[in-house]
């Protein structure tokens, strides 16, 4: 594993120092950063935020040269919250006069394909500014680490979080997928994650950056929790249509079109995809393939009592009452 050579290699995330106020990401700069070894990947701290290392350049042009249009909706996503479902979903609401069921891209591609990732490798910010509006564009970097105008020039955005301890396990299980070495250790992961020491983490600041965002311009910023897509995917979806600006119409009501959304965008039926079973995207010049089969894995709420003890449980729920106190946010 790629070991970074400077920082402070166990630097407490709870005071990081950042050490300068310029947003050039010179060598020099990195260099100061604290860094980690992390549980599958080196991470370093950058303005509060634990990026995997090797992507820390694409993340830090992403203030300085990404420029969100007023008609872009971004949907923001905590890892493992459920980034290809809402991909899926926002695509289909928002091609839907495009395309019948029979030749629906989703068939043929996998979801997180369809929508841009910014800033992110196969979401390059040149391809992204060529795109014609209204552009539909995805990230899992924190509200801070945006250019500021996304909260001022009137762009919409949809924000998709999850109860942690599941989002925890998810993203256990995939990297461990990924490195397909020794399993990685439960507990020290686990030890990671509660001290906010994961990718794009501490989980509570991103989520609640983007919770009081959502607050301030409710009209602008839409808070989804997994749980609610699970639980009740149709009003979900009629939801997320109309705060897109195309609610569905009573005609389309009749004919089964929010339905008909659900169902393509299913677990069940992405899952079964043959681009999403024997399908997959190489990332970093070839050395990792990530396969589509490991974005779909259970798909349920609640997996985490299959993995971690209840002591370890109740360690989150405490953690996350006390991040989230005052707050008004719920798990
Ligand atoms: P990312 O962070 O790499 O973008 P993301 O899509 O956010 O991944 O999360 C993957 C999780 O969403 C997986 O959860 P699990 O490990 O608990 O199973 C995956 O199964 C789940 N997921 C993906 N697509 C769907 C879907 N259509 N419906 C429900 N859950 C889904």
């Known amino acids: 594993m790629e070991k970074m050579q400077h920082g402070n290699e166990k630097s407490c995330p709870t005071s990081p120092p950042v050490p300068r106020s310029s947003q050039s990401y010179t060598e020099d700069l990195v260099e100061t950063l604290p860094t980690r070894e992390g549980w599958s990947t080196p991470l370093i701290l950058y303005k509060n935020c634990w990026l995997r290392s090797h992507m820390l350049n694409n993340f830090m042009r992403v203030q300085d040269n990404f420029k969100p249009r007023s008609n872009d909706v971004i949907l923001a996503t905590h890892p493992k919250c459920g980034t290809t479902w809402l991909k899926a979903l926002s695509f289909a609401i928002t091609n839907r006069s495009r395309y019948t069921s029979a030749d629906h891209p989703l068939l043929k591609q996998n979801p997180q394909r369809l929508v841009p990732t910014i800033g992110a490798q196969g979401g390059d910010l040149d391809d992204i500014e060529r795109l014609p509006s209204p552009r539909l564009l995805a990230t899992h970097l924190p509200l801070s680490l945006l250019p500021p105008t996304v909260s001022t020039n009137g762009c919409r955005i949809v924000y998709l979080c999850r109860e942690p301890k599941d989002a925890f396990i998810s993203r256990w299980h995939f990297d461990n997928r990924m490195t397909k070495g020794d399993p990685i250790n439960l507990d020290e992961a686990f030890t990671m994650f509660s001290e906010g020491c994961s990718p794009f983490g501490p989980f509570w600041d991103h989520y609640l950056q983007y919770w009081n965002e959502s607050l301030e ?115």
Request: glycine fraction near 10%; include cysteine.
């Open 217 to 331: 311009r409710p009209h602008e910023v839409l808070f989804l929790k997994y749980e609610d897509i699970v639980f009740d995917p149709l009003k979900v979806v009629r939801n997320l249509a109309s705060f897109l600006g195309v609610p569905f119409t009573d005609e389309e009501e009749s004919r089964g079109v929010e339905e008909e959304v659900v169902r393509l965008c299913s677990f069940e039926a992405l899952s079964s995809q043959g681009v999403n079973q024997k399908g997959g995207v190489e990332r970093a010049g070839g050395k990792i393939f990530i396969e589509y089969s490991s974005l779909f894995r259970k798909g349920k709420v609640g997996d985490w009592v299959n993995h971690m003890s209840t002591e370890m449980g109740e360690k989150i729920d405490l953690l996350v009452e006390e991040k989230f106190k005052g707050s008004g946010l719920k798990f």
